[in-house]
């Protein structure tokens, strides 16, 4: 029984699609935040852009022996190697008319967080005879992350809805759902990074665990929650509504998922659990409002 559900589950998380679910999620959480219906093709630009990027940054650095590694992700991704490789080709061709519908300024957003996104992954520069990505600058590889995903799941809904006409947001309040989606994943990606600690030290990828230990980088995930926290009573696009409980909800839990990662080194539970906490936002954000 279990093995009926371990197969089509090892799809769902390791061939990225159900992150990208997350980015999908994070676009109509915007939406809902900024009071507007949708758009469904930025949803889905952002649901394949992230399953490209994802897969991209995975199938370029493949080690020498997957089949060998400690990670059942790893193993699994190089032994449905072609599989990945058109998931990823598929993607690649279902964003060419979803970024060609988008705006001037979200396709000038796009492009920049491409470059980003590549120069995250591809080794691009070189210092001292050795090649080097922007992911081994010290305490570079978190914060780009939380970056792209903070700016393309905010700003691509906003320019969006500028561009229907009549829509007015005060700045700060742009930079307050900037902010809070930027400490969100801060705060759901540094268990990773503490998971994967002993292999980015031997790789030389300077991250928050392996500059300041375990211990402070699990402290440093609940501050980024509780500034998070702060910043959702400042943005009040409506009161102490469903979505502010909702969402606040959702930060308890994570909270909760992160502490409890001590603990945890399944696969699993990174992959479901702590990303499942995007798509979570969207879901208790629904539920209140049906039950409030």
């Known amino acids: 029984m279990i093995k009926h559900f371990q197969r089509p589950l090892d799809f769902l998380l390791f061939s990225n699609i159900f992150i990208s679910l997350g980015a999908f999620a994070q676009a109509l959480v915007s939406y809902r935040l900024l009071c507007f219906a949708p758009s469904w093709s930025v949803a889905a630009f952002l649901f394949?852009?992230?399953?490209?990027?994802?897969?991209?940054?995975?199938?370029?650095?493949?080690?020498?022996?997957?089949?060998?590694?400690?990670?059942?992700?790893?193993?699994?991704?190089?032994?449905?190697?072609?599989?990945n490789v058109a998931i990823t080709g598929l993607a690649g061709l279902a964003l060419v008319p979803l970024f060609l519908s988008l705006n001037f300024k979200a396709q000038l957003l796009n492009v920049f967080l491409a470059v980003l996104s590549f120069g995250y992954a591809l080794p691009l520069f070189k210092s001292k005879g050795r090649k080097f990505g922007l992911r081994n600058i010290p305490a570079v590889k978190l914060f780009m992350i939380a970056l792209v995903w903070a700016l393309s799941s905010v700003c691509l809904p906003y320019f969006e809805l500028q561009s229907r006409g009549n829509f007015v947001l005060p700045p700060v309040d742009l930079?307050?759902?900037?902010?809070?989606?930027?400490?969100?994943?801060?705060?759901?990606?540094?268990?990773?990074?503490?998971?994967?600690?002993?292999?980015?030290?031997?790789?030389?990828?300077?991250?928050?665990?392996?500059?300041?230990?375990?211990?402070?980088?699990y402290l440093f995930c609940q501050t980024m929650l509780a500034v998070y926290l702060v910043l959702l009573f400042l943005f009040q696009n409506k009161?102490?509504?469903?979505?502010?409980?909702?969402?606040?909800?959702?930060?308890?839990?994570?909270?909760?998922?992160?502490?409890?990662?001590?603990?945890?080194?399944?696969?699993?539970?990174?992959?479901?659990?702590?990303?499942?906490?995007?798509?979570?936002?969207?879901?208790?954000?629904?539920?209140?409002g049906w039950v409030l």
Do not use: C, H
């Not at 930079?175 to 031997?202: S, Y």
């Not at 509504?241 to 945890?264: C, Y």
């Not at 990303?275 to 879901?283: A, E, H």
């Open 175 to 217: 930079l307050i759902l900037i902010l809070k989606r930027f400490l969100f994943v801060v705060a759901i990606t540094i268990p990773f990074d503490i998971r994967d600690m002993f292999q980015d030290a031997m790789f030389e990828l300077k991250t928050i665990p392996t500059i300041f230990g375990e211990r402070k980088a």
């Open 48 to 83: 394949f852009s992230t399953l490209l990027t994802y897969n991209f940054s995975i199938l370029i650095q493949k080690p020498e022996n997957p089949e060998n590694s400690e990670y059942r992700r790893v193993r699994w991704i190089f032994r449905n190697y072609k599989l």
């Open 239 to 288: 009161g102490f509504n469903s979505d502010f409980f909702g969402l606040m909800l959702t930060v308890m839990l994570t909270g909760w998922l992160i502490f409890k990662s001590k603990w945890e080194r399944n696969e699993y539970y990174y992959f479901f659990y702590l990303d499942g906490t995007l798509i979570l936002q969207l879901v208790m954000m629904v539920l209140m």
